[in-house]
């Protein structure tokens, strides 16, 4: 069996950086080619066009191809072209693209494609109550409706995602999986007092809300810290700097408590998520998030918010806290909670880590997928 995946991001020390959804992918990768099955994936929109093989994963870079007029649709068709010459060479039997602003549509292969659903944009706008460009929903659409079957990376996605678009086939829940030997408890010791968030600064990752917890969470915890991890960005609404916003969201005599780091290599983000006393992720807008089932992984007891996607991973007080992010007064508290009782801290890490190796594991999600995987090739 030979899986090809279209892309326009990846993890890799070429192409600019990632978020979830290339981690996502890498993961799913990684994992099909320990199961002997051939993996090739088509990165589009580069800067660079190169082709080579890397960890018995076959890449291919596609340049970004830009005509004047209908340049979504030349380019589109230009993708196609480079991409079914290489399915027809290398006989890559399937093909599986993510469903963020339809790379895919107006595309067609010969070959049966799949969307996963890690979140449109479409998705993302309903999430967080602002208004989607037109456009972008017509790629989304025309990709969704076109494709042979619709994965989503969680039930909470899958049913908004149909619900959107109005589609009529069945969306199967195939959840994101992570290597639990990759992603496993460090011997670190952990610095008493304090809290890890990890991600993008933006809004819809709840880090305003973050804000507000803490300047609470100081009154009651004088020693408590605060370190973020996360490229900042601009925010939708303010059109300004999200990190610059986070701090006037702060009161003056706690910043001296809060570090930043924009970047750091992936050992690094491991070794600062074992030393964190807990990690806080209060996000408005996931699918299933990496950043959680890394957290969970490595044994972390997290507070995290309460949405439609949280439930499918977390266990509420077995796992950690949920709690609706814009409740500050309960946020900061069931943060405290955890730095102030160890044990309790100790013993819900212990069963977050537990939970992703029985379910959310990269031996039994990547299963999942190659059962798909055949089924359709067996069905076409």
């Given at each position: 069996?030979?899986?090809?995946?279209?892309?326009?991001?990846?993890?890799?020390?070429?192409?600019?950086?990632s978020g979830g959804?290339?981690?996502?992918?890498?993961?799913?990768?990684?994992?099909?080619v320990v199961e002997g099955v051939k993996v090739s994936v088509f990165v589009v929109g580069t800067e660079i066009k190169n082709s080579f093989q890397e960890n018995a994963i076959n890449f291919h870079f596609i340049k970004r191809y830009k005509v004047p007029l209908l340049t979504w649709f030349v380019t589109r068709k230009?993708?196609?072209?480079?991409?079914?010459?290489?399915?027809?060479?290398?006989?890559?039997?399937?093909?599986?693209?993510?469903d963020w602003t339809g790379i895919t549509a107006f595309m067609n292969f010969k070959i049966p494609l799949i969307i996963r659903c890690n979140g449109s944009d479409a998705y993302f706008c309903h999430?967080?109550?602002r208004k989607q460009k037109w456009k972008n929903y017509w790629f989304e659409k025309n990709a969704l409706k076109n494709a042979d079957a619709v994965?989503?990376?969680?039930?909470?996605?899958?049913?908004?995602?149909?619900?959107?678009?109005?589609?009529?086939?069945?969306i199967i829940t195939i959840y994101n999986g992570i290597d639990t030997k990759v992603f496993n408890p460090l011997c670190i010791e952990v610095k008493e007092n304090s809290i890890l968030y990890f991600g993008t600064i933006i809004r819809k990752k709840g880090v305003?809300?973050?804000?507000?917890?803490?300047?609470?969470?100081?009154?009651?915890?004088?020693?408590?810290?605060?370190?973020?991890?996360g490229k900042d960005s601009e925010d939708i609404f303010q059109e300004e700097s999200s990190l610059e916003l986070f701090y006037k969201m702060i009161d003056s005599k706690f910043l001296k408590d809060i570090s930043y780091s924009s970047h750091l290599p992936y050992e690094e983000i491991k070794a600062e998520i074992s030393k964190a006393g807990v990690v806080v992720l209060p996000s408005f807008a996931e699918a299933f998030p990496m950043t959680w089932l890394e957290a969970m992984?490595?044994?972390?007891?997290?507070?995290?918010?309460?949405?439609g996607w949280a439930k499918e991973m977390m266990l509420n007080g077995v796992t950690g806290f949920m709690v609706d992010p814009k409740d500050h007064e309960v946020f900061a508290d069931r943060i405290n909670t955890l730095l102030v009782d160890d044990n309790l801290n100790i013993n819900l890490g212990k069963q977050a880590r537990s939970r992703v190796v029985q379910h959310f594991s990269s031996e039994i999600t990547t299963k999942r997928s190659m059962d798909f995987y055949k089924k359709l090739i067996d069905n076409q």
């Open positions: 069996m030979h899986i090809g995946f279209i892309t326009t991001e990846y993890p890799h020390n070429e192409l600019p950086s959804l290339g981690t996502s992918i890498k993961n799913l990768a990684e994992a099909l230009h993708y196609q072209k480079e991409i079914s010459k290489i399915v027809k060479n290398d006989k890559i039997d399937i093909l599986e693209a993510p999430l967080e109550g994965l989503a990376a969680s039930n909470f996605t899958g049913k908004i995602t149909s619900q959107l678009f109005s589609l009529d086939n069945e305003f809300e973050l804000a507000k917890a803490f300047n609470i969470l100081k009154v009651r915890n004088p020693e408590v810290v605060l370190k973020l991890i992984a490595m044994g972390k007891a997290l507070v995290t918010s309460n949405i």
